[in-house]
């Protein structure tokens, strides 16, 4: 399942970044040509995050469509199914562009249950506790 490559490769960006921290949810966009659905990168994921500072954590998916252009007619649409016929014809000699990226758009971090060095657990604000 090639899942499994694209959710290490996920665990990979995600670990450079969380710099140990622990991390609740990653949003990612995928193209259309990866072929790959929320549940099913989802479990793949899970397996490979196991011991990891995403342990636990869920993948948001967002599926960029890939933009198809028929060789018959000239119609260009954008499909979430690089495999669709041409909307316009029926035709099936179609060119693609796009769909193929891997983006990770961002990380959610884990909430801390506390803030070194300040014993009343008050996060303040960004110039410091009121």
Known sequence: MHEFGIAEAILAAVE?????????????RAGALLRVTEPMINQAFSMVADGSVA???RVELV????TLT?????RSTASADPFAVCPGC?????????????????IQMAEASHV???PRRDRGGPLGPS
């Open 70 to 74: 028929c060789r018959s007619c000239g």
């Open 63 to 66: 599926v960029v469509p890939v």
């Open 55 to 57: 342990d636990g954590a």
């Open 90 to 106: 029926g035709g099936t000699d179609i060119d693609t562009e796009g769909g193929g990226d891997l983006v990770l758009e961002s």
């Open 16 to 28: 450079k970044r969380a710099d140990g921290r622990r991390v609740r949810r990653v949003r990612v």
């Open 116 to 118: 070194p060095g300040n």
